[in-house]
């Protein structure tokens, strides 16, 4: 059925037809098989990639799977933990103070913002430092 046919006419054809792609393949040893080029690149899906395997019913559905990873912060040291403790602890305490700046409404009001700031001469230029 087109999406036309479907009452979606409004909708480009491209977006439907992703949506609703098919396609059978075999079962290996081991319980793998192959999910199509095409269908892995809609959902970007790469080599080495991760799928949340689901079981509903009796339909497996597999989805693309988003795999946390150790992040930056639990590889330091302990004397860097601490160091970066004080600078967000200093961060905190500057914004319950209100000193920040912003909020903008517009991308253009924080450039004239930031640009102001760093007018040659002025204290925050990094030309002085």
């Not at 914004?95 to 004239?112: D, Q």
Request: a positive charge.
């Amino acid at each position: 059925m087109l999406p036309t046919e479907a009452g979606l006419s409004g909708f480009p054809n491209s977006l439907l037809s992703l949506t609703f792609m098919t396609s059978v393949v075999k079962v290996q040893k081991k319980g793998q098989f192959t999910i199509p080029t095409e269908m892995r690149h809609i959902v970007g899906l790469a080599d080495g990639d991760y799928v949340q395997v689901v079981l509903k019913g009796r339909k497996i559905i597999l989805e693309p799977a988003r795999v946390v990873t150790r992040t930056a912060a639990e590889e330091l040291t302990p004397a860097q933990r601490r160091a970066l403790d004080v600078r967000l602890a200093q961060g905190l305490a500057d914004v319950k103070a209100g000193r920040v700046h912003g909020p903008f409404a517009t991308h253009g009001e924080m450039m004239t913002f930031l640009k102001k700031d760093s007018r040659p001469g002025t204290k925050t230029d990094p030309r002085n430092k």
